[in-house]
């Protein structure tokens, strides 16, 4: 079993570039999640999936954008990177039986210079 | 704003040591979840606890849940190394969306 997959691991972009974090998951999980992790800080919500064709925002959303067309893959797209958005990110998926329990993905970490 | 907040941001002990971390908020939680985090990796689940004054082990690791839902608690008895990682606490706020604690860095000296 793969789990949450996500590519690529390392990348760096310039200001102004535009890219998209693969993020696809074997699981069958309805529900997915972006999340940005910068030191001491936390993990914190770009945003979420319930299910294909629908998102929504969580936390910090600005400068991103997510699509969810299959139940599988949950791609997390940057129009214009800028500095700020240098961050280890990481995908999750849960199938939301009881507790929510999430699965993540080994992370991908950008650095915008 | 709800908030997580962990303590101690840092811990180094030696081998054999005990020690105790901890999550508060003023928020109440419908479940809370610890997580152990590899440099590299994403994090993985621990447990879950689900009710108030809710205590579960897992080996060394002693997990406990607040009676009023806003707090838990980690202690770790005799530490390894092995137990060397970030330690993250995920409150699930109703529904689906979790928020996580900014984690307790733990390192264990042979």
């Known amino acids: 079993n793969a789990g949450v997959t996500q590519t690529p691991k390392f990348r760096i972009l310039k200001i102004g570039q535009s890219m998209t974090l693969q993020c696809t998951q074997d699981?069958?999980?309805?529900?997915m999640y972006w999340y940005r992790q910068d030191p001491g800080m936390g993990l914190k919500l770009i945003y979420y999936s319930v299910g294909a064709g629908i998102t929504d925002k969580g936390e910090v959303p600005n400068g991103y954008n997510v699509s969810r067309s299959t139940t599988e893959d949950f791609p997390l797209r940057l129009e214009l990177a800028a500095p700020s958005q240098t961050s280890v990110y990481f995908c999750a998926s849960s199938l939301l039986s009881g507790a929510n329990v999430l699965t993540f993905g080994a992370g991908s970490r950008l650095t915008v210079l | 704003t709800q908030l997580l907040e962990q303590s101690p941001q840092f811990l180094s002990i030696q081998e054999g040591e005990n020690l105790t971390v901890y999550c508060n908020s003023s928020s109440v939680f419908s479940s809370l979840q610890w997580y152990r985090q590899e440099p590299g990796e994403g994090p993985v689940l621990l447990v879950t606890v689900v009710t108030g004054g809710e205590v579960k082990k897992l080996k060394r690791l002693t997990f406990q849940f607040g009676d009023a839902r806003k707090d838990s608690s980690l202690h770790i008895t005799a530490a390894q190394p092995g137990d060397t990682g970030l330690y993250l606490c995920?409150?699930?706020?109703?529904?689906?969306?979790?928020?996580f604690g900014a984690g307790t860095r733990l390192f264990v000296k042979a």
């Open positions: 995920a409150g699930e706020t109703g529904g689906f969306k979790t928020i």
């Open positions: 699981m069958n999980h309805n529900y």
